[in-house]
T-cell receptor
Framework: AQSVTQLDSQVPVFEEAPVELRCNYS??????LFWYVQYPNQGLQLLLK??????LVESINGFEAEFNKSQTSFHLRKPSVHISDTAEYFC??????????FGRGTSLIVHP | DVKVTQSSRYLVKRTGEKVFLECVQD?????MFWYRQDPGLGLRLIYF???????EKGDIPEGYSVSREKKERFSLILESASTNQTSMYLC??????????FGSGTRLTVV
């Protein structure tokens, strides 16, 4: 089974600053990778996913993540954050069984 | 727009009660899942189902059971609720490896 490590439990940042949320997964022959976002008192929403093809994937709200096979990483980045990006972010990885394993989450806190 | 609907946003139950958490999806997905979410622990898989009447234990099945009589509905059952089952419960469904669609969650408090 996959294991997923989110290295930071909390990331505070000022508005309009860049941010990187780190995620590492255990190596596997094939892997599908996901980032989910959870706003307060809501369920999780899929932010972006890597299934195959281009290693750089983007979301519609300015986030991007890069699949790095050699470093077994799938870090999430945004060049300029907004207050509204304050949320919990979960990285997930799935192997052949398609059942994702989730990291423990990173709380992104954007300060004005 | 695809939807996973959890019947209750908030529930308060007494210790020892039998509790049913309901989840319905409208995407004709084969696979459905129940997670619980606790601060600092992330999401932990309780049970999942890959077909009607089929179920598999996840990482923390103790104290829970599930029912899937119809493809669109997956119920989580707490046979005798305990205070350590106070948590946020999340239902999700998926087709083949294309990412989950989650419900809004049910915050259960057992007193």
């Amino acid at each position: 089974a996959q294991s997923v490590t989110q290295l930071d439990s909390q990331v505070p940042v000022f508005e309009e600053a860049p941010v990187e949320l780190r995620c590492n997964y255990s190596s596997s022959v094939s892997v599908y990778l996901f980032w989910y976002v959870q706003y307060p008192n809501q369920g999780l929403q899929l932010l972006l996913k890597y299934l195959s093809g281009s290693t750089l994937v983007e979301s519609i709200n300015g986030f991007e993540a890069e699949f790095n096979k050699s470093q077994t990483s799938f870090h999430l980045r945004k060049p300029s954050v907004h207050i509204s990006d304050t949320a919990e972010y979960f990285c997930a990885a799935a192997g052949g069984s398609y059942i994702p394993t989730f990291g423990r989450g990173t709380s992104l806190i954007v300060h004005p | 727009d695809v939807k996973v609907t959890q019947s209750s946003r908030y529930l308060v139950k007494r210790t020892g009660e039998k509790v049913f958490l309901e989840c319905v999806q409208d995407m004709d997905h084969e696979n459905m899942f129940w997670y619980r979410q606790d601060p600092g622990l992330g999401l932990r898989l309780i049970y999942f189902s890959y077909d009607v009447k089929m179920k598999e234990k996840g990482d923390i099945p103790e104290g829970y059971s599930v029912s899937r009589e119809k493809k669109e509905r997956f119920s989580l059952i707490l046979e005798s609720a305990s205070t350590n089952q106070t948590s946020m419960y999340l239902c999700a469904s998926t087709g083949q490896g294309r990412g989950y669609t989650f419900g809004s969650g049910t915050r259960l408090t057992v007193v």
